[in-house]
């Protein structure tokens, strides 16, 4: 299992360090990052393999909802040398299907503009109009 989060790590880096997002992940701060969401109750984490290295992962939770339950991705990547291969999809049909009959909804938040959203809008997924993202920067000692 640590090994696996290991993997998952090093794939989370090169993934979001590179184009189009440009992240500056470090080691010790994507470990923490991933970690956090393998110790939340309701984890799922499935990992696409190739020749015993991690190429591909999908993390989330499931949660309860008024509406019936829906499974939130909170994170999903696969390595660079990978995308564009069908592994994306596979991760995501067999997500699908493993959750069962009890999960309603899948649900993420990605960036516009940008290559994941046309994966997952490939992939059936629809933007929710009456949704918005909102954020606040907090400025320490200013």
Known sequence: MENDLVQCIETFM?????????????????????????????????????NEEVIGFVFGVQRTWWSGDEFYIHEMCVDSRHQNTGIGKALLDFLAESLGEEIDNIALLTERGIPAE?????????????????????????
């Open 118 to 142: 046309a994966f997952y809008k490939r992939n059936g997924f629809e933007e929710i109009e009456r949704l918005v993202f909102l954020s606040k920067n907090i400025e320490w000692g200013k």
């Open 14 to 50: 090169e993934v979001f360090n590179a184009e189009p997002w440009n992240d500056q992940w470090t080691f010790e701060k994507a470990g923490k990052y991933l970690t956090a969401f393998s110790e939340t109750p309701g984890f799922t984490g499935i990992l696409a393999w190739e």
